[in-house]
């Protein structure tokens, strides 16, 4: 009896155990699924596993992803895990055009559980360039979904104006092949565009024998709903990675209107903004730039290229007819900080390889809205009123207007009856005494009006103010006297009448103004000078200033070889900023890195009107600036530098014929030389 009693209870402990193993296990554990990525003959699938604890989590080596066809098992892997930390497998040796099962698996509390189960179906067409995907039509172009494939334009496709889809957003990986066919006549989205063709950073994408027409980007409207948009921005891809290639690309009829300065574009090239890969054979016909530019942000603008980085190469570029316009604004923006730009008409700036580049396209650099058909009216100072006819209202109280050259112009000096002017300069010429009831009325015969104003008061309690920073405060008659360093105002014991000296202390930047009564003062080794009046108030500014390079092909280069600039350069910009510019300006390039040779100039015009104290231009046929160790050799024809209608002489000498084949060692560069020239 007591042998049976010990026979049921193990019986019942052996049921009661077996039942429990059999029990599923509860576990929060789960897949999520990135990126199933299907060619041809591979499938790659990435994913996370989530829900992981401390006593509840997948045993080592445990997970698996399996393949099946019809049922049966074609392989197994175990998952790595790559740079974002989502596991990772790959399949390959598949079928084309076959469907497959593909099962993860994984030991849990040491029971084998099923994560996920999914039906995946390998690629039929566009597995290689002899057997690519036609696009025909719109609807076909939408219709792209695999950006591993090999794709081919059957026909040009006209988008009749609507704006082209992104099927390429994250980059195209495989090809497409225009085979001398259009995309044409579209518009493009403004927030975020990653470019026709996409995100091309990573894989051997290329885009090859395709023309690109009758096409207008203008990103104003992310300026006026104060949208940012993409630093960088391209017409082909947004950026272009070390293996990835861009090949016989014509962009024909295009017009683009750029703003660089707040929720702006700071990197843009038609066809990359940013590039460390190869391009080659593009050719741009009627391309027409407008940038407007106000130095809020460093910018790199070309017409093909915005950053080319030491990895990138470009060759072989005709940038046959077009004009690069660059606007001018003055921004107001504290502390005024000028920004380093590059801006031309290849490439806007970069260390890597440019070669066999031709650009005919002529460089404006000009004050936006202005128009050479006006007269100037620029005034300096404060509280004043500009009458003239053509000014909407007839009146205006900006500093810097335009009018009509026939228009009689008057300005209005509005200050209390507690002050009296105490000085009106007309093209520096002192102009108080004809001062009449507040008013001086300007001779009409004058083609441009720079008028310089200041006040003093009446009250004789008035001491000097300052505003600013890092200065000190002298007297120029007392030797050795130094009673000031700082703000506020001025011992009471000096008279009006004292000649002061300031001199500026830079610890950061550049000493860039020093206004008295909103007038600037002429410097010198950063120091100004001037008689003590009564309300007198003098404002320091400081700022990062940092050099703007413009160039006939490039802003800034690392090497360039067989290159030839044949358009023409106009520089423009009649107007006093609050602040100081450094302009290198040069045929070919603004500076160049390492070296630059077989480089030639011949345009018809190169012209510089400036009459800024405050901005500075250099101007060279060839290379605005040389930076270190950089050398330059080259040939310059025909042509002249004029500031400010005067001859310039920039140290080359001149031929008169027209740029000899033998400058260059590249067919392709002497095939492109203007004859007619």
Known sequence: ?????????????????????????????????????????????????????????????????????????????????????????????????????????????????ELIKKDVKTLLEGGSESDPILISSVQD???????????????????????????????????????????????????????????????TGVVKNLTIKDVT???????????????????????????????????????????????????????TGSN???????????????????????????GVVGKNYSTGKIQRVNYASGNFNVLVTEHVSNPQNIYQTYIGTIVGEGSGKVSEVVSSANVIIKLKDYDSTKKVVQVEGERFVINAQSIPGGVSSSKFVLVDKTDEVSINFNYSSSEAIDKVLLNGIDKTADVVDKTLVIDPTLEKIYVQVSYKTLNIEQQLTLSGSYFKVLSATLEGVEVY?????????????????????????KLVSMKLNGVNLPIT????EFPLLRNSHLSVKYA???????????????????????????????????????????????????????????????????????????????????RGAAKAEGVVA?????????????????????VPDYAFTSLFVRGLIDTSL
């Open 544 to 626: 990062q200033v940092k050099p703007i390079y413009i160039g006939g092909i490039g802003g800034a280069v690392g090497t360039i070889e067989n290159a030839l600039y044949q358009g023409s350069i106009n520089f423009e910009i009649p107007s006093e900023f609050n602040y100081f510019e450094e302009y290198f300006v040069g045929g070919i390039a603004g500076t160049v890195y390492g070296s630059a040779s077989n480089i030639a100039a011949m345009t018809p015009e190169f012209n510089i009107t400036n009459d800024s104290q405050f901005r500075k231009v250099t101007p060279n046929r060839l290379i605005g600036i040389l």
């Open 485 to 509: 360093n700082g703000e506020g105002e001025l011992p009471e014991n000096w008279a009006y009448g004292t000649v002061l000296r300031v001199k500026g202390l830079p610890t950061f930047g």
């Open 276 to 302: 460390k890969g190869t391009i080659e054979d593009i050719t741009l016909d009627n391309v027409n730039f407008n940038v407007d530019f106000n130095n809020v942000y460093e910018s790199q603008i070309g």
């Open 217 to 271: 980007y203008d990103n104003y409207v992310n300026i006026e709903n104060r949208k940012s948009v993409s630093l960088y921005v391209g017409l082909i891809a947004k950026e272009l990675g070390a293996n990835t290639k861009v090949q016989n690309v014509t962009f024909s009829n295009i017009n683009v209107r750029l703003y660089t300065e707040t929720y702006g574009i700071r990197y843009f090239g038609l066809v």
């Open 1 to 113: 009896m007591k042998q049976r009693i010990i026979l049921i209870a193990f019986t019942l402990l052996l049921v009661f155990g077996l039942a429990s193993c059999k029990k599923d296990v509860e576990h929060n554990v789960t897949l999520e699924e990135v990126e199933t990525r299907v060619k041809w003959e591979q499938i790659e699938f990435e994913f996370k596993i989530n829900g992981e604890t401390d006593e509840i989590k997948i045993a080592d080596n445990s997970l698996e992803v399996s393949i099946f066809k019809n049922g049966n098992r074609v392989a197994t892997r175990q998952p790595s895990k790559n740079a974002s930390s989502n596991y990772w497998v790959q399949f390959t040796s598949l079928q084309v055009n076959t469907n497959y099962e593909l099962v993860v698996t994984a030991s849990i509390s040491q029971k084998k559980v």
């Open 141 to 203: 172009f939408k219709n792209i979904s695999n950006v591993d494939a090999y794709y081919k334009l059957a026909t040009s496709i006209d988008f009749n104006g609507e704006q082209i889809p992104e099927p390429f957003k994250n980059g195209l990986r495989g090809q497409f092949d225009g085979d001398g066919h259009a995309l044409m006549n579209f518009t493009l989205p403004y927030e975020n565009y990653n470019g026709i063709f996409g995100y091309m950073s990573q894989g």
């Open 525 to 528: 080794d950063d120091v100004v």
């Open 638 to 658: 025909k042509y002249t530098i004029k500031i400010n209608g005067v001859l310039f002489d920039d140290g080359h000498e001149t031929l008169t014929t027209r």
